[in-house]
């Protein structure tokens, strides 16, 4: 096997990750759990900002 072979077959590898990882981001399976993480930083500020407002 020569280096440009290796060099494909790496190249090649590397893009079916790629694909395998957006595939898996986009599946319907995991959408509830991104979206429940993509909102986590809002509900530490509002649980942050009712604390504050307890202590007042």
Do not use: C, K, Q, Y
């Not at 898996?24 to 909102?39: G, H, N, P, Q, V």
């Not at 500020?45 to 504050?52: I, M, P, S, V, Y």
């Amino acid at each position: 096997m020569s280096l440009n072979e290796l060099r494909a077959a790496v190249t090649l590898l590397s893009f079916l990750v790629f694909i395998g990882i957006v595939v898996w981001t986009l599946s319907r399976r995991r959408r509830e759990s991104f979206d429940e993480a993509a909102r986590l930083p809002f509900a530490a500020d509002e649980a942050g900002t009712r604390l504050e407002g307890r202590h007042e």
